[in-house]
Nanobody, 127 residues
Framework: QVQLVESGGGLVQPGGSLRLSCAAS????????IGWFRQAPGKEREGVSC????????YYTDSVKGRFTISRDDAKNTVYLHMNSLKPEDTAVYYC????????????????????WGQGTQVTVSS
């Protein structure tokens, strides 16, 4: 059974850090582009970052550049999202997704390009 499971969310103060994990089972992540998306209450889903399965190139939406870092450990079949300098506006449910997205299309961060999705993990940034 193909499955993606996110973990690592929680409550953190502004300026704090979290590391989200996206663990895959039932398939190998090696050749898949992995994207992180988020959805805040009352807002549309937003693409945050992605990492290519073919050349390991990465892309970040402007609002997280310099604060978030995406990485992957193929030996563990896991992708991470390291989040630093968190802001209240980062509060959302974070989802990871896997798809066969070519490097040239990473910038789109379009949910429709991804085939497999996790169930999400809540991140709350508040004092």
């Amino acid at each position: 059974q193909v499955q993606l499971v996110e973990s690592g969310g929680g409550l953190v103060q502004p300026g704090g850090s979290l590391r989200l994990s996206c663990a895959a089972s039932g398939f190998t992540l090696d050749y898949y582009t992995i994207g992180w998306f988020r959805q805040a209450p009352g807002k549309e889903r937003e693409g945050v970052s992605c990492i290519s399965g073919s050349d390991r190139s990465t892309y970040y939406t402007d609002s997280v550049k310099g604060r978030f870092t995406i990485s992957r450990d193929d030996a563990k079949n896991t992708v991470y999202l390291h989040m630093n300098s968190l802001k209240p506006e980062d509060t959302a449910v974070y989802y990871c997704a896997a798809g066969l997205v070519p490097p040239l299309h990473l910038f789109r961060l379009r949910g429709g390009d991804y085939d497999y999705w996790g169930q999400g993990t809540q991140v709350t940034v508040s004092s």
